[in-house]
Antibody
Framework: EVQLVESGGGLVQPGGSLRLSCAAS????????MTWVRQSSEKGLEWVAN????????NYVDSVKGRFTVSRDNAKNSIYLQMNSLRVDDTAVYYC?????????WGQGTLVTVSS | TVMTQSPATLSVSPGERVTLACRAS??????LVWYQQKPGQAPRVLIY???TRATGIPARFSGSGSGTQFTLTISSLQSEDSAVYYC????????FGQGTRLEIK
């Protein structure tokens, strides 16, 4: 069974940092682009970042460029999202998804709350 | 490219045919996907390439359209189809629509 499991969310103050992880299983992880998408009540679903199979190509939505970094470890079947300089409007459920253009499946999500 | 879905909310009786619309502000060819999201769950892909059903998706779900106008049709609504439905394009960028909430009468 193809499965994605996110972790690392939590409550953080504005300006703080968090590192999200997404552990994959049930498929040949190193063969797929992987993506982070977030969902908030204010903005709905928003693509955040993606990374290609060997980590050499990474793309970001403008609002997170310079603050977020996506990475992967193919030996551990995992991707990561390092989030620095967090802002209140980064508050959302963060999902990882298999694929670079459309996403199947998605993980269950991890909640990130940025608040003082 | 802005993706606009209509209607925002729809209430339909079981067994009826349902059509959801998604309009792109500029052409996205057929690079469009539909997702279903139930409360407390992650989105699940239904249709990709505008009209190809994803693995395991019931045949009552179908997608059509190209360019700027797309539709998702549920041929005979079931109670378990109550959800929010999102379109998303993947033509040079990745943008989601705001969703259509489908309620069962």
């Amino acid at each position: 069974e193809v499965q994605l499991v996110e972790s690392g969310g939590g409550l953080v103050q504005p300006g703080g940092s968090l590192r999200l992880s997404c552990a994959a299983s049930g498929f040949t992880f190193r063969s797929y682009w992987m993506t982070w998408v977030r969902q908030s009540s204010e903005k709905g679903l928003e693509w955040v970042a993606n990374i290609n199979q060997d980590g050499s190509d990474k793309n970001y939505v403008d609002s997170v460029k310079g603050r977020f970094t996506v990475s992967r470890d193919n030996a551990k079947n995992s991707i990561y999202l390092q989030m620095n300089s967090l802002r209140v409007d980064d508050t959302a459920v963060y999902y990882c998804g298999r694929g670079g253009e459309w996403f199947d499946p998605w993980g269950q999500g991890t909640l990130v709350t940025v608040s003082s | 490219t802005v993706m606009t879905q209509s209607p925002a909310t729809l209430s339909v009786s079981p067994g009826e045919r349902v059509t959801l619309a998604c309009r792109a502000s500029q052409s996205v060819s057929n690079r469009l996907v539909w997702y279903q999201q139930k409360p407390g769950q992650a989105p699940r892909v239904l249709i990709y390439g505008a009209s190809t059903r994803a693995t395991g998706i019931p045949a009552r779900f179908s997608g059509s359209g190209s360019g700027t106008q797309f539709t998702l049709t549920i041929s005979s609504l079931q109670s378990e189809d109550s959800a929010v439905y999102y379109c998303q394009h993947y033509d040079n960028w990745i943008i989601f629509g705001q969703g259509t909430r489908l309620e069962i009468k």
